[in-house]
């Protein structure tokens, strides 16, 4: 270290331990001061409420002037605070350029070592990788002997199979071309019995029509006869409605008179009172605003201190900075003169050499510790400042804390017992209490939705209204308690006391007690006609929970038009979903139904219409009569195609799926027939008389893979047709 850095070092030590003393001595009496000048502010502030006559022009141009004072000083203070800043920098920029020339000199002595090992590694991994590519070309060969004989294998695969597949076409081209014959010779018939039945119904409607004028002409001439009557009768009553509207008029002027006159008073008068009212506002917003400054400049001057005090500590951080930039430059250089000491006995140099190189040694470890203690004694510094800092920070911010509670209780808009509310008028504490409590309970009670309950909350937030608040609900608990003490107490009066034989109160006290046991019958038999009014058939329930434990998908739906009854009470539901249950409907209810749904494969109708339109009700014949019928669904769909199992399922021998026949794998394939109906359940009919419950998450529809022969008459190819056209099927 030179001289001038230890003129600095101790001049800054003599500086910093004055100041600390000055900081450590005047802690509690500059609190004391700022606590007077507080009290006295606050003096000043109530004489000048009380003195009337002070020009107000005057106070704002001193506070003007005392705001632009503390807004140099606080520019001079940041300025201030940005030098040491940069300085700060400097030093550690400095000291991270002796970090990086040591780091560079320990990677140059790691390199070299490092590169050796490199080069024995290289050989070693040539000679490995020499050896791993005679092994790769040799399995190479072997891998393109196997795909030329794998090749071959499948060349001839292929011309197998393509022979194969041409024989299908030409068989399946044959039987479409004798089937395309059919359909037409059925078009034809068809078309000819089409035109006659055209004719005949053109026939019926053109005396049908005849019949109709007819009918329109006798109704238009007694039409005509009645319009007549119905114009007199309408006459009549106009001229007297006209009379009464005159009376009418005359006696709604005359009351319109006297309202404008009251209304024309009150106005005057809410005139007047708001006038007062808004001059009394003025003069309170004129108040808190000179308030406000005066707390603002306070505020100003304190956060100059903090800037001055944290200037000071920044100037402190920078000398700590500067030291332990140092002692790096010192460590540096005993590390060297260490292996200088190395080099020259391991050379076996001078003794007066290594004497010498000792010395310098041993000055430079004296210079590290006076450096080390210095960087101690930077630090205790510090740390009384930073703890100085803290308790002045949390004065600061007991007092903001203090005074935003005074500007909530009473600012320039509100008064000690009015707050603003949501429409920005000025409200009784209470009023707004009470309204947050209704709006409360019917949100979070009720579930009601509530207009503007998030700003309703807001306002609640404020400390007058949540002190009007409690006192509200104590005041309600208190009535509630003070009522249940007068029932406790009132039926004590029908209690016998020890020792007692009066009979009269024994005959009131039984009476009592019969009466209870009758109210309680009366309320079980209340409850039990409920649930028997919302409990259903058992029967559907029963369906329900074994469409419910079936599953959740859906495999078909089909467009119908009926309208049923319901035989039995059910549930209705919310959507396509046995879970998904609604309200009963009761015994007789008639519907209009437009499509059946297939969740879990159990049958549901769709209503479109009523109340209930949208929701959903089971399509069990048992539960639910069809009074009419508009469409052309059957309880058997043809549908010639084939199944593919995704896992274990069971196949029966019977409609019902009662009698299990056999149980097939995942990747299984059978034909099937169609798709039929049985107790409200879709079911696949299997070509072989077996049946398979429809269920996508186990059986998917797949192609057929080969043609199967049918057995064509007139009668399948009408019930194939019709069911092509008239039913639409979707998954």
Known sequence: MSKEQKEKVVENNTTDSAKEKNNTTSFFSRFKKQVKTFNLKNNESTTSINNNHLDESALEKELREKEKEVKLKEKELKQRALELEKAKKKFEEQQRKIEEERKKNEIARAERERIEKERIAREKELERQRIEREKAEQRERERLEKERIAREKELERQRIEKEKAEKRERERLEKERIAREKELERQRIEKEK????????????????????????????????????????ERIAREKELERQRIEKEKAEQREKERLEKERIAREKELERQRIEKEQAEKRKREYRRKEKEFQILEDKKKIEFLQKENE?????????????????LEDKIEEKKLTIATLKNRKAD???????????????????????????????????QKNLEIEYKLDGLKKEIHSIKKEVINEDETAFKVKYIDNNVRNIFVVSLIYIKTYIAKKVFRQKVENYDQIKKVSKN????????????????????????????????????????????????????????????????????????????????????????????????????????????????????????EVIEPGTKLTVNKIVSPAGYLMYQISSGNLQGQFI?????????????????????????IKFLATQNVYSDETASK?????????????NGIGINN????????????????????????????????IDSNDNKNASNSQNNQRTTR
């Not at 299990?660 to 059978?670: K, S, Y």
């Open 680 to 711: 409200n359940r879709l079911i696949y009919h299997v070509s072989d008389g077996s049946f398979v419950p429809v269920n996508p998450v186990r059986v998917i529809e797949v192609n057929r893979e080969t043609p199967k022969t049918k057995n």
């Open 463 to 582: 400390i007058k209204v949540r002190i009007a608040t409690s006192l509200i609900l104590a005041i309600i608990l208190s009535l509630c308690f003070l009522v249940t003490l007068k029932f406790i107490s009132s039926a004590k009066e029908h209690y016998v006391s020890f020792g007692e034989t009066n009979t009269t109160a024994v005959d009131t006290t039984e009476e009592m007690k019969k009466q209870k046991e009758a109210e309680e019958k009366a309320k079980i038999l209340e409850a039990q006609e409920k649930a028997a009014a919302a409990r259903i058939d058992s029967d559907a329930q029963d369906e329900e929970i074994t469409a419910k434990l079936a599953g959740t998908f859906t495999s078909y739906s089909f467009d119908v038009d009926r309208q049923v009854t319901v035989n039995k009470k059910i549930h209705a539901f919310k959507s396509a979903s046995w879970s998904d249950q609604g």
């Open 618 to 642: 089971t399509a069990n014949e048992k539960f639910v009569s069809v009074d009419s019928k508009n469409d052309q669904l059957e309880n058997f769909i043809s549908r010639p195609v084939a």
């Open 194 to 233: 089409a035109e006659q039945r055209e004719k005949e119904r053109l026939e019926k409607e053109r005396i049908a029509r005849e019949k109709e004028l007819e009918r329109q002409r006798i109704e238009k001439e007694k039409a005509e006869q009645r319009e007549k009557e119905r114009l007199e009768k």
């Open 660 to 672: 299990v026949r056999v149980t097939f794998g995942n990747g299984a394939q059978l034909n099937i």
């Open 351 to 385: 003794k007066e050499k290594i004497t010498l190189e000792e010395k310098r040694l041993n000055s430079l470890v004296a210079q590290k510790q006076i450096t080390q203690k210095d960087i101690a004694s930077e630090k205790k510094i510090i740390e009384k400042i």
């Open 313 to 329: 500590m920044r100037e402190h951080e920078n000398t700590l900075l500067s030291l332990q930039t140092t002692l790096i430059s």
